[in-house]
């Protein structure tokens, strides 16, 4: 085979792959067009301006893994729509039709409601970001109006419910010690299970009875520990955690069996189980024992700025949920003893 040859064919291969490249990018506008599960590394514009975008919201907003990763994924399912519906598939090129058209379609694949207005945040705060960044006149988001979030009341257990889940474990092995610090940890405080599974040593004040923890937005703050949870804690601590810490463990407070940070979804899977062995009847879910942590605090009289404060919200309206359930708990109560209620 010649040089010259050789060069024909090679310059034949890259033009293959520079068309290939360009098809895929500027794909034809379909009603139905096929999805990719991910952005199309030929199109490096779309991904690269996403993770300026992640960048900024970890440097300059300090907000938390999990909220980025939501985001990501939003803008991803974003970025393939637009790929696979739009002429010619570019930020700058996108409609408000275009928005909406997505967020129906994604609507129709059956997100709920409150998924769709997470996809419409991300989406907006995105191209608000883009619109700074390259000077262009208008977000074509911007005017456009949320899906309203359905209202759901959260849901809880009752006190007597938290007991039997509590005392569904037994504490007679490191694993039965650490899932009953686990559970009254949970209930005491009114963990996010992310801020349960993140705890560390060093943030853990027993004598003082608090613990220090990072929520939403990677903001601290100080919660108050329980006397049963310092007393199951104090035990696990002793005598649960020594023997499976290794060389590779961190400064975590609850470990796993072979001494890793515990994730999310095994506290769900400890709380599902335990929920079984007590014959509790309700859906019973680690954000539930929070729920109940601030209904039971609401209903003993305690201040709901204070439940703010002790919940990290940012917002009082996201701590108000909970007057309603204590209403709705006062009305069934004067429906049933009061002789016109």
Known sequence: MTHEFRCRIASHNRHVVVSAALKRCHRPKTGTGRRTKQIPPECPPMTDDINKFLLYLATERGLSENYRNSVRRSLNKFAEWVLANVPEPAWRTVTPADITDFLASRKRSG?????????AVAVRIFL???VSRHDWPENPAETMSLPRPEKHLPEM????????????VSASDPQGLRDRAILELLYSS????????????????LDAGFIRVTGKGEKTRLVPVGTPAITSIRQYL????????????????????RGKKLTPQRIWQLVKQYAGRAGLDENV??????HSFATHLLGGGADLRIIQELLGHADISTTQIYTHIEKSGLRAVMKKFHPRG
């Open 111 to 119: 997100l709920q409601a409150a998924s769709v207005r997470l996809d």
């Open 190 to 205: 009114g963990l996010r299970v992310s801020e349960l599974c993140s705890a560390r040593l060093e943030n853990l004040d």
């Open 238 to 257: 002793a005598e649960g955690r020594p023997p499976v810490v290794r060389r590779w463990t961190g400064g975590e407070v609850f470990l796993s069996v």
């Open 128 to 130: 608000r970001f883009l």
């Open 157 to 168: 257990l009752g006190t007597g419910s938290v007991g039997r889940l509590i005392e569904s």
């Open 285 to 290: 879910y680690p954000h539930l024992m929070r």
